[in-house]
């Protein structure tokens, strides 16, 4: 059976502008990849081909912008790479499926392990989506797995994938941003909101950002894994779209 990412259809408003470049009697679509981080040290999927599913069943198959291996981990922070850029027929989608090759994997402390992804290579990964495309104009989607909740560890120490991922575009992207030291006391930020809970792993020099955020009022937890630092929680963030919340510097004392 294939991987269905998330439960529910995803419905969304898109960045629509005119773009010059454009076929008239196309869209451009723009997919573009992102992660929520999890404490491994990389997790490979290798990316061959994306479809394009449309209510009329039409299965447009289209090569990545970079087919091959993306390294997830590295894809954190606000940081995203550029998927696909196609333009395609106007109309309604209702399924993105990425098609993986064999070389997944999964790097945990230093040590590779295959990534077992079932049926991806045959059916993808699916994501369902409900959006129309207008000839003449563009749309960019943004695509953000959550690492720490799409691995699954088995009994028997094989290592799959269950795909959880969000879809936003620009104007449903939500932003916490800021920095948070020191590093020594190897921070986890969380961010909660309802029963959602995302999580944020600081770059070398202390910032973190999340992206992809619904509106809404966050509590942040500034969680220390050594032990001798004491954690910070910060109250009532509010999460706009289109702006990006700056909480600026925190410091986590002993």
Do not use: W
């Not at 997919?31 to 040290?41: E, H, W």
């Not at 959550?146 to 088995?154: H, P, R």
């Amino acid at each position: 059976m294939a991987i269905t990412l998330l439960a529910s259809s995803l419905a969304f408003t898109s960045c629509n502008k005119d773009d010059d470049n454009n076929d008239g009697a196309k869209a451009r679509l723009g997919i573009r990849l992102t992660d929520g981080p999890a404490d491994y040290d990389a997790i490979y999927l290798d990316i061959r081909q994306v479809e394009i599913i449309t209510d009329a069943n039409a299965n447009v198959v289209l090569t990545p912008y970079r087919p091959g291996i993306y390294d997830l981990l590295r894809l954190r922070n606000g940081i995203d790479t550029l998927l696909l850029n196609a333009d395609i027929a106007p109309g309604t989608i209702s399924q993105i499926r990425l098609i993986l090759g064999t070389e997944n994997s999964i790097v945990v402390n230093g040590v590779a392990h295959a990534l077992n992804t079932p049926s991806a290579q045959e059916s993808g990964l699916k994501l369902n989506i409900h959006e129309t495309l207008v000839a003449g104009r563009s749309y960019e989607i943004f695509l953000d797995f959550d690492a720490a909740k799409s691995i699954l560890l088995t009994g028997n120490g094989e290592y799959k994938l269950k795909p959880v991922i969000r879809a936003f575009t620009a104007e449903t992207n939500g932003r916490i941003k800021g920095s948070v030291f020191p590093a020594s006391a190897l921070i986890i930020v969380y961010a909660e909101s309802g029963a959602e809970t995302y999580s944020a792993i600081p770059n070398a020099d202390g910032f973190f950002q999340f992206t992809g955020l619904q509106e809404g009022s966050y509590k942040l937890t500034f969680d220390a894994d050594v032990p001798v630092y004491n954690d910070v929680v910060k109250t009532n963030v509010a999460v706009n779209y289109g702006v990006s919340t700056d909480i600026g510097v925190v410091t986590l004392l002993p």
